[in-house]
C-alpha cells in the first residue's frame, strides 16, 4: 500500500514561514508527479502547487511568488516552503502522487494566526 505521508505543518504569524514535506516510501518515487493541495474549512480542496517528473513546477496565482515547490528524488521526497504566509493559506495542506494510480496523504494542518 502506497502511503505519502506529510509533515511540517503548525501554528505561525502572519508573515512567517513553513516547509512541509511529504515522504513516500515502496514505490519508485522519480516516477511521479507529485502535488500539494490544501482543504480549508467549508471549502473544497484546491490546488496548490505541483512539480513533474521532470521537475517543472506549476503553481496557482494565490502563491505565485510565496511558496516554492520541490523535490529530492534521492529521498522521495517532495517538499512545499511557504513564505509569507497569510491567514487565508490556513488549511489542511495534501500531498498528492500521480501516475497511472492516484495517492493521497493524510494532510498536515497550517494555521496562520497571531
Known amino acids: 500500500q502506497v502511503q505519502p505521508v506529510e509533515s511540517g505543518g503548525g501554528l505561525v504569524q502572519p508573515g512567517g514561514s513553513l516547509r512541509l514535506s511529504c515522504a513516500a516510501s515502496?514505490?519508485?518515487?522519480?516516477?511521479?508527479?507529485m502535488g500539494w493541495y490544501r482543504q480549508a474549512p467549508g471549502k473544497q480542496r484546491e490546488l496548490v502547487a505541483t512539480?513533474?517528473?521532470?521537475?517543472?513546477?506549476n503553481y496557482d496565482d494565490s502563491v505565485k511568488g510565496r511558496f516554492t515547490i520541490s523535490r529530492d528524488n534521492a529521498k522521495n521526497t517532495v517538499y512545499l516552503q511557504m513564505n509569507s504566509l497569510k491567514p487565508e493559506d490556513t488549511a489542511v495542506y495534501y500531498c498528492?502522487?500521480?501516475?497511472?494510480?492516484?495517492?493521497w496523504g493524510q494532510g498536515t494542518q497550517v494555521t496562520v494566526s497571531s
Open positions: 498528492k502522487m500521480s501516475r497511472v494510480m492516484v495517492y
Open positions: 515502496r514505490v519508485t518515487f522519480s516516477l511521479y508527479d
Open positions: 512539480i513533474t517528473t521532470s521537475h517543472i513546477a
